[in-house]
């Protein structure tokens, strides 16, 4: 029973023989080769910035910055009841600082490791009948 809600994941043949079909198609479209290749990199450069903007790392440390800087600036202006509630401990600036610190931690790995680019793979029809570079 909890076969049907895994997905089933299509395998290398199946994928290479979806796309020399669609590459088929729009040859018979009246595409050239060039254009097909040309509308593929196109295609793969929005998917690559997609992948960038939707990562999650920007997503959550984002978050935690902006909220960071909310309840830093609780803490900064509870005044002494709130902070004797909590015995003594500041907790809104502790808690904003440390929500903070891994906001910008989220950040900077992101800046310092970023998505490896996808590099584009071509099906082997679309090399059959090309000479090699070295010929």
């Known amino acids: 029973m909890s076969d049907q809600f895994e997905p089933s994941e299509p395998s290398e ?3 290479r023989a979806e796309r020399a079909e669609a590459a088929e198609r729009l040859r ?3 595409y ?3 254009d097909v290749q040309r509308e593929v990199t196109e295609l793969e450069e929005k998917s690559a910035t997609a992948a960038r903007i939707f990562d999650l790392r920007r997503i959550i440390g ?3 910055v902006v909220y960071g800087v909310i309840v830093t600036i609780a803490g900064i202006t509870d005044s002494d009841a709130e902070i004797d509630k909590a015995q003594g401990i500041n907790i809104n600036l502790w808690t904003g600082l440390a929500m903070l610190a891994l906001g910008i931690f ?3 790995w992101l ?3 970023p998505v490896a680019p996808v590099t584009p793979t071509l099906p ?5 009948g090309k000479p090699s570079r070295g010929e």
């Open 106 to 108: 989220f950040l900077a």
């Open 124 to 128: 082997p029809e679309a090399l059959e």
């Open 28 to 30: 018979r479209a009246g």
């Open 32 to 34: 050239s080769e060039a």
């Open 13 to 15: 043949s199946a994928e």
């Open 111 to 113: 800046k310092l490791r």
């Open 62 to 64: 984002g978050l935690f």
